[in-house]
């Protein structure tokens, strides 16, 4: 319920008479008298708003406990999750300097292609208890715990209990959601960041106080030391609303808006100034970028690369827009067979009532908080599909856990202005449609599953289509009938993402490429992120079978098949995930080097998207003496690198970074390395060469230099060079 501030005449009962200074969902109670006692906090906790149902705030309360275990569930099954990241939170809990800049290492080589953000709570966590999957993964859980109370308090301060309780269980349901605040890339911070702003945004049009627009810009401004540019996304609708719809002069708006410009570029460039000052020869190399420069990451391989395609350095090398490696762009993105069954389930619903929302309130006040909701939440939803869908570059299915919060927060608040006008024939039919609409779509994506739950794609088209008619006509004459519909109603529309919720949270996932729901879910990816590309990918000859996670192919650009199962980038090779198998593969560039890969592969070669298999016997060799080195090891590509440092506890060095094309170390720099006694093994193969790299590239220039003149050790099915030993001959 709204007050007469947002209304363009009585028709939501009188106005009290004297208008509070905010909007308040509910009646207006009287503040108690100074001399009657506070209640304690424990008593307030549970009980919630004086003016609240005694259920609303145990419910709220529920709902976090039950997103809290939901998620903890089988947590562990994830092991390291991505250890590109795991490595770098290992390496940050034994080097504070490696903490400071984000290093892969704890020798301080060279960075995470990302910020250092993200990557603090579960460094810290890792120091307090230890380096274990848990300590790893539940700082990104209470994260998600975190996004689900910011989103139910924003929907809650506008609209009823029951509205901000729908947007927090289609939040914590969504599968992506499910996936990514059980895993460690820096989404989780990110769309936890990105929902704070929203609220405090919210905040601000309620009462035109500035200290809720700088600390909006602060949460943007630590949003963006967790994922770069993508925390600015939102900025042109937050700023554009709060311009037009502030309760505060035009000039007052203006000043507000630059001082939180000024706390976003101080919360999110003190890093980056510390960084670009810091003497190039003391500090890591900046990972990811191709001149050592967080500004040239940031604007480059992060930054319009990602919009255009142009990404020097990554996966395919540069010029990559218009060619499809990352799936087919355009208005339907959201919707397709990659990305659907990760986020799309109630997107139809969702823009149904966000115009709902929007016409609802379109006589309202200029200063109307329930129409400043709509365009806050709502644009953000809005801004962030359509970049999605039309962004040319590097995109995985799991970003798209950005839209959730909003998604999440226009369906409650929709559903609760609909809900409160249902005795209107307009607004009744809307509501239903938003359900026919969950239900219809929901039967889509099941059916794209064809052998999962068959029987449920059913019951959710026939549960939405029944419900839809009890909410326009039984629900218009009865409340109880209304209750019955708009029960059944939430449950068609949530069956659907809840079924797929469940299949993520029972199967670990690992590597760089993660996808929710069962196998099949998504024709990038196959079950959990083993299956990486299911089949082939644009300019190759493969097939992949995601159901099995089995896959084989000749490519110039992707493995057909399994997640890096076998082949890398110019070679043959096929691969088994899903049974860890072994692929074999013949590699290109100097040394032309056979190893065997694949996830599990024989404990040997990693590759670009996911780590190796470590052996026992590998980690022995490793571990010997490694106390007398910086690094246990060098290896090409941060995936194989961070398996190898994982198991041993040492710091082992990524050259060349994620991809293996980072110009970092030199040819140089790593041969007076090995001239001082600082690396101890360069283990063989890996993603050598990189995407997008070449054969004159300083990973293969490495290569070669060590496979001439260093003594080889075979351990299992791996190879390593001992540094400290010449080749004989």
Known sequence: MTTHLDQPAATWGPPPTAPPTTEQPGPVVPAPESGEPKQPLHRRLWRGRPEDPRWARPAFLGLLLATLLLYLYNLSASGYANSFY???????????????????????????????????????????????????????VLMGVGTVAVVYASVRRRF???????????????????????????????????????????????????????????????????????????????????????PVSVRKRFGQLAAATAALVVSGGWWVAIVELWPASSRPYIGGSQNNSFLELTFGYNGLGRLNGEETGSVGGGGNGGTGQWGETGWDRMFNSEIGGQISWLLPAALILLVAGLVATRTFRRTSVTRGLFLVWGGSLLITMVVFSYMAGIFHQYYTVALAPYMAAVIGMGAGLLWEKRSELWASITLAASVVAAASWSYVLLNRTSDYLPWLKWLVLIGGLAAALGLVFAGRINRQLALAAASVGLVASLAGPTAYTLSTLQTGHTGSIVTAGPAGASMMGGRGGRGGFGGGMPGQNGNGNTQNQQGNGNTNGFPGGGQMGGGMPGQNGNGNTQN??????????????????????????????????????????????????????????????????????????????FNGTDPSPTLAQFQKYVE?????????????????????????????WVEANFKKVTVGSATFYDLTQKASG
């Open 86 to 140: 795991s490595a770098a939170v290992q390496a940050g809990s034994q080097s504070w300097k490696a903490f400071f800049f984000g290093s892969l290492d704890a020798g301080n080589a060279i960075t995470v292609d990302k910020p250092p953000a993200s990557l603090w709570p579960m460094a810290l966590s890792v120091r307090i208890f230890g380096l274990s999957s848990w300590a790893i993964l539940a700082p990104e």
């Open 160 to 246: 009823s209990a029951a509205a901000g309780l729908i947007a927090g269980a289609v939040l914590a349901l969504t599968p992506v959601a499910a996936l990514m605040f059980r895993f460690n890339n820096p989404d989780a911070m990110l769309a936890l960041l990105m929902a704070v702003a929203c609220y405090l945004v919210a905040r601000a049009l309620e009462d035109g106080r500035t200290k809720w627009l700088v600390w909006a810009g602060v949460a943007i401004g630590f949003a963006f030391l967790a994922k770069t540019l993508q925390a600015f996304l939102i900025l042109p609708p937050l700023a554009l609303v709060y311009a037009v719809c502030a």
């Open 580 to 657: 860890q198998g072994q692929g074999q593969g013949r590699q290109g560039g100097p040394g032309g080097q056979t190893g065997d890969g694949g996830m599990g592969g024989g404990g040997g070669v990693g590759g670009l998207l996911n780590g190796a298999s470590v052996t026992d016997e590998a980690k022995k060799l490793l571990e010997a003496d490694s106390d007398k080195y910086t690094w246990a090891a060098a290896a090409i590509g941060a995936q194989n690198a961070a398996s190898y440092q994982l198991a041993t506890g040492d710091a082992v060095m990524a050259i060349g970074g």
């Open 676 to 704: 001082e006694g600082k690396v101890h093994y360069f283990i063989s193969g890996g993603s050598g060469g990189g995407m997008g790299g070449s054969s004159s590239g300083t990973s293969s220039q490495i290569t070669s």
